[in-house]
């Protein structure tokens, strides 16, 4: 535990999950040329991203009590091979059909990716210091946006569809390498016979139905879900077009965004880490923030100033972050034999609640245009109607969300006397013993 060989595998899960990031990312900053390529709709290209979140999504819970049986590293080389695949299969498409072939295939490789290197950080490492490195793992992985936004789009805007996406398949191929010579499963190497009463359906059983396990499902939904549908596919079109920013501005944008959740991920690691009966405090907080910062833009009269903009995209980079605080979750209420299964159902929150979004957002462009309500396909009015379906969705993971947390903390009660009170009478508590001592 915490050694310089943990610090390796480390090292080696980060370098995979970036990769399997910038696959993940890869349809987004080739929106506009996807829609032209195939001669497509929007509410086409929003099917060709969710068919791949939902196979990213579907898969979570198979491969979360897969990890549990097989370990970490077989399932990093599987995803790899599949990305590869897949970013093969997008470069040679002649058609809609092939494309759609090869983004359910990169979806089933990154279903693999994050979870597993999510399996490794508790097999190498121990203490305090995990709740930190989730968060590095998180944020740093997502410096993957950032190599599609510049070096992937730049291939694609000098030498064209085909030969980015082989580009983007090579560093897969590379990282098929990476986890085969520097990867070991550690502590998380599979046990040979599990016995029956603690089989992998007993297991999964248990971490669904533990409202700790749902408290961090609910969490991911509601953090992760607007800077996924933003990033992946709809956010690059809104920027480049629908504000007419143009791709070089979008791009260094997206970029912004990434580097904001680099900061704020040790941050938020640091507070979940100091007071991890208040995360749930954590998550609203930045869920209120997120939804008051789309609020100024869509509500903007005419078309927002940059000003504006740029708050929006560094407030919704703080979701990325917020979202680890579910895995978080998911590790305090699992024993170590089950959390491969219980991090994989807490993972298909913010994917499930992403994909109805991007799907929604594009029949809304859709309908938007055709009807009249914006000038074209991807214009800023069609953006402001389409973007509100957020509200809804976001919306109804907050109750839910706020119903668990009712749950968890009864049982916390219950079983360990743990009783958590309102905010507000903990921050009252504080003020009165500061002021005692003063």
Do not use: C
Request: aromatic residues 10%; hydrophobic residues 55%; proline residues 5%.
């Amino acid at each position: 535990m915490n050694s310089r060989r943990a610090w390796l595998v480390f090292g080696a899960a980060v370098a995979a999950y970036i990769v399997s990031v910038l696959q993940r990312s890869s349809l987004g900053i080739a929106a506009v040329e996807a829609t032209e390529r195939f001669g497509i709709l929007a509410t086409t290209l929003s099917t060709l991203a969710v068919v791949q979140l939902i196979v990213y999504a579907g898969l979570q819970i198979p491969v979360g009590v897969l990890l549990d049986r097989v370990g970490p590293k077989r399932l990093l080389l599987a995803g790899a091979v599949l990305m590869v695949a897949g970013q093969t299969s997008m470069a040679l498409a002649p058609d809609i059909g092939f494309a759609i072939v090869g983004r359910m295939l990169i979806g089933a490789g990154d279903a693999m990716t994050f979870i597993s290197a999510m399996r490794l950080l508790s097999s190498w490492f121990s203490g305090p210091r995990l709740p930190l490195l989730s968060q590095l793992l998180g944020t740093t992985g997502q410096f993957g946006q950032v190599l599609s936004a510049f070096p992937l789009s730049f291939l694609l805007q000098q030498w064209g569809w085909t030969h980015a996406y082989l580009s983007a398949a090579a560093l897969s191929v590379l990282m098929v390498v990476v986890v085969a010579m520097l990867v070991s499963d550690g502590a998380a190497r599979p046990a040979r016979r599990v016995p029956t009463e603690t089989g992998p359906i007993l297991l999964l059983r248990s971490s669904l139905r533990h409202p700790g396990t749902q408290l961090g499902f609910w969490a991911h939904f509601i953090t992760q879900s607007s800077g996924t549908m933003f990033n992946l596919l709809w956010g690059f079109p809104f920027l480049s077009v629908g504000l007419g920013y143009g791709p070089a501005a979008a791009s260094a944008l997206v970029s912004l965004s990434v580097l904001s959740s680099a900061v704020s991920g040790p941050i938020l690691g640091m507070l979940s880490a100091r007071f991890p009966l208040r995360r749930s405090n954590l998550v609203l907080g930045i869920v209120i923030g997120m939804g008051a910062a789309w609020a100024l833009v869509l509500g903007w009269p005419g078309q927002p100033p940059f000003p504006v903009v740029l708050l929006m995209l560094l407030v919704v980079s703080f979701g990325g972050p917020g979202s680890l605080i579910g895995f978080d979750y998911a590790r305090s209420f699992n024993a170590p034999r089950s959390l491969g299964s219980a991090t994989g159902i807490v993972n298909v929150g913010g994917f499930l609640a992403a994909f109805a979004m991007m799907l929604a957002v594009g029949i809304l462009l859709d309908v938007a245009s055709r009807t009249g309500l914006s000038t074209d396909l991807y214009a800023f009015d069609g953006f402001r109607l389409a973007f509100l379906v957020q509200y809804l969705v976001v919306g109804t993971g907050v109750g839910f969300f706020l119903h668990a947390r009712r749950r968890t903390r009864r049982r916390m009660h219950e079983e360990e006397g743990i009783q958590v009170g309102p905010l507000s009478v903990a921050l009252l508590r504080a003020w009165r013993r500061r002021r005692g001592r003063a």
